[in-house]
């Protein structure tokens, strides 16, 4: 398996554009977790999905951001308008429930740069 | 979700056993205690996972007392490789799952 796939690696853009990172959970999997991580605040869940279905989204920074899963194997984060303060290192990971302990694959990020 | 703390850095040479401790003194009885590895421009990578004792895989040992309020995880002969931050995590799955990722703990290793 490819493992979870992020796109775009690297993302710079200015103040009020639109940004919309893109994932590709681990087939088969049934969770995907979107995080934002920076020096700052460190790693933070936004929001999560369970078979395509936002069950959480209390993380979620502002109404700027959304996120939807229209399939199983594809999800988006939206931010719009971006502002400098969104730059930070986005990740997606996905997991699979199985009655027991499980584990979150992640991908390889986003980094985000909002001039 | 139990709060833990965990020192912010750990320096180290080459070949030592590296063990990193985490407190959890409020886990509760349905947690697991989870570690994960993330090195620079990577995102997290599982390392481990307990309940209670000890628990070893290809990669790390995790040591969890009777009480489970803290937990080791040890990382034996450690190579420049293992240059990371380390992240200890206690949650509980029950049907979902919901990580709360600390500072985490960098550790250093040196020639």
């Known amino acids: 398996d490819a493992g979870v796939i992020q796109s775009p690696r690297h993302e710079v853009t200015e103040m009020g554009q639109e940004v919309t990172l893109r994932c590709k959970p681990i087939?088969?999997?049934?969770?995907l977790f979107w995080y934002r991580q920076t020096m700052m605040r460190g790693l933070e869940l936004l929001i999560y999905?369970?078979?395509?279905?936002?069950?959480?989204d209390s993380g979620m920074p502002e109404d700027r951001f959304s996120a939807k899963m229209p399939n199983a194997s594809f999800s988006t984060l939206k931010i719009q308008p971006s502002e400098p303060r969104d730059s930070a290192v986005y990740f997606c990971?996905?997991?699979?429930?199985?009655?027991?302990?499980?584990?979150?694959?992640f991908g390889p990020g986003t980094r985000l740069t909002v001039l | 979700l139990a709060k833990t703390t965990q020192p912010i850095s750990m320096d180290s040479y080459e070949g030592q056993e590296v063990n990193i401790t985490c407190s959890h003194n409020?886990?509760?009885?349905?947690?697991?205690i989870t570690w994960y590895q993330q090195f620079p421009s990577q995102g997290p990578r599982f390392i481990i996972q307990?309940?209670?004792t000890k628990v070893t895989n290809e990669v790390a040992s995790l040591f969890i007392p009777a009480d489970r309020k803290s937990s080791t995880l040890s990382l034996p002969r450690v190579s420049l490789s293992d240059t990371a931050v380390y992240y200890c995590?206690?949650?509980?799955?029950?049907?979902?799952?919901?990580?709360?990722f600390g500072k985490g703990t960098m550790l250093l290793v040196s020639p």
């Open positions: 990971a996905s997991t699979l429930t199985s009655g027991r302990p499980d584990t979150q694959y």
């Open positions: 087939s088969g999997h049934d969770y």
């Open positions: 999905f369970n078979n395509n279905v936002p069950i959480d």
């Open positions: 409020n886990i509760a009885t349905n947690d697991y």
């Open positions: 307990g309940y209670k």
């Open positions: 995590l206690v949650g509980e799955t029950r049907g979902y799952s919901t990580l709360t």
